[in-house]
């Protein structure tokens, strides 16, 4: 089991900021509906929806995958246990039945039972049984295949197994998220994965899987260009899915992608800069969608190099930089002011914190205290010999923070601060930080739907989560600590508020934004119902006015 991997891995399926963008050798695949016993599934007059990505697949075993591009993908092609609800707002989010018809939890909180649908069966037309649960929960934690997220099993003492269709998970201890926890994954199928040793799974396992259980089935991918699913003749529930074809187009980046979502190569673009909306507005065929995000934008600071070791350069510079005309000018209104980590569709509580304000004397107060007085060469802030100067770094490919960089940059000149910005490839920037190579860098994290900022700040994670920037603060490790025992939400509550304080005084990143998430949808798409839980949400019940693609 990787300790923290959990966490790492559910950040990183929903990370904005730090993907490593991995070249794939393979060319086209044939998909199952060229040798599935089940035959070619009919359109039905259902139609083809096309989608843009801007990452290809790394795998389709989302166990062996690090990309939320493999997410949007596998998880139309797996079910799991149940369905995760968008309704995570102060507290864990609720579940509605899919692979699971019911379940119940043990008078103590120590055991969930499920109960399996009798009909469900894979796209080969095997029986869905409680075995392939049993099994892959002993992959995903199994240290061969290394999944990122293992640790979020790492509650689950055992999985056994009642009869062919009744499965129950024991836990060590209760806790909030047991729900999540046992549902987190998608089921694999024991009869194809078995046969090949856990050690082997990432050379040996199907590339292009042809036994799945979810509305759609692979037809073909395409490394570099395009993945394309089709129905799955053999889903559950013989109403789903109500496209006959999804085809995923893979664009070189963002500005490209939206291009062709407003010429009509694409139904729907679910990275919608805030200002391209009037284009979308002006365009016949398409429509705007607004939601509330689990992202944040933020400056992450390296809080192992000086000046940034000292928590009150860190506020200071924070002070300094006017994160409303950030908000005004490159998000015309679709984020607010952040005041740390947890945005507010995580409920009111949480992050009705007022933001520090705009206050450059403050800032400049602070610097001085610091032992960076005013003065030195050229105008900037000094301490012996060394001025006060750093380097910023955004990735090439998000010219937005680039914008961003620019404002900073002014702001922090006219205290004193001189900061040079450095633009990286996206991998080169990713790795930089991995390796703690950097003074700050303007980042984002797109949250899972539990809250957990030990993955982000706590000291363990700088060796196996995500603090970069290797700050530490004892006392806020001994808060994170409590919030993970407590046996329920309502209870971690005021350690999650205290340890939310620490982060607001000691500043191991400025808090930069909030962000709504804009996404474009081709008025030939009915159904769509992008929200924070997924943007794809509930791909199965989409539905074409017309049975064209688009071209």
Known sequence: ?????????????????????????????????????????EDHGRGTAVLGLTADLDALNPYLSVRASTRDVAYNIYASLMEEQADFQDGPPSFNPDLAQSWEQSKDNLAITFHLRPEAVWSDGTPITAEDVRFTQEAAVHPDVAWLAAD??????????????????????????????????????????????????????????????????????????????????????????????????ILPDAVSGFEQFLAGHLDFWDRVDPRQMDRVLQTTGVALRRYPDRYYGFIGWNCRRRPFTDPRVRRALTLAMDRERIVRDIF????????????????????????????????????????????????????????????????????????????????????????????????????????????????????PTKIDLATTFSTRAVEDGVNFGGYSNPALDELLARIAGAPDFTSSLPALEHALDILQEDRPYTFLYWQDRL?????????????????LFRLADWSLTGGEAAP
């Open 1 to 41: 089991m990787l300790s923290g991997g959990a966490k790492l891995r559910r950040v990183m399926f929903f990370l904005a900021a730090v993907t490593t963008s991995l070249l794939l050798a393979a060319c086209a695949s044939p998909g199952p509906d060229e040798h599935d016993a089940g035959g070619a599934a």
């Open 332 to 447: 015309r209104g679709v984020a607010r002011v952040a005041s740390g980590p947890v945005p507010p569709v995580f409920g009111t509580r949480l992050s009705g914190r007022p933001p520090l304000p705009h206050d450059p004397p403050q800032a400049m107060a602070l610097l001085d205290a610091a032992g960076w007085p005013a003065g030195g060469a050229n105008g900037l802030r000094h301490a012996g010999e060394r001025t006060l100067s750093f380097e910023l770094q955004v990735n090439a490919d998000a010219p937005w923070r680039r914008d961003m960089a620019l404002m900073i940059q002014e702001d922090l000149r006219r205290i004193g601060v001189e900061v040079t910005i450095v633009s990286l490839e996206r991998g080169t920037y990713g790795a930089s930080h991995r390796t703690g190579e950097f003074d700050a860098y303007i980042g984002g994290w797109r949250l």
């Open 519 to 535: 996404v474009g949808v081709s008025t030939r798409i009915k159904g769509a119902q992008p929200n924070a839980q997924s943007a």
């Open 152 to 249: 979020v099993k790492k509650e689950i003492t055992h999985v056994e197994v009642l009869d062919s269709h009744t499965v129950r998970f024991t836990f060590s201890r209760p806790y909030p998220y047991q729900l999540m926890d046992a549902n987190d994954g998608v089921i694999l199928p024991s009869h194809v994965w078995s046969r090949i040793p856990f050690s082997r799974w990432r050379s040996d396992g199907p590339r292009v899987p042809d036994v799945v259980s979810g509305p759609f089935r692979m037809r073909r991918w395409t490394a570099g260009q395009s993945i394309e699913l089709e129905a799955n003749p053999r889903y559950y529930d013989p109403r789903r899915p109500g496209l006959g074809h999804v085809a995923f187009r």
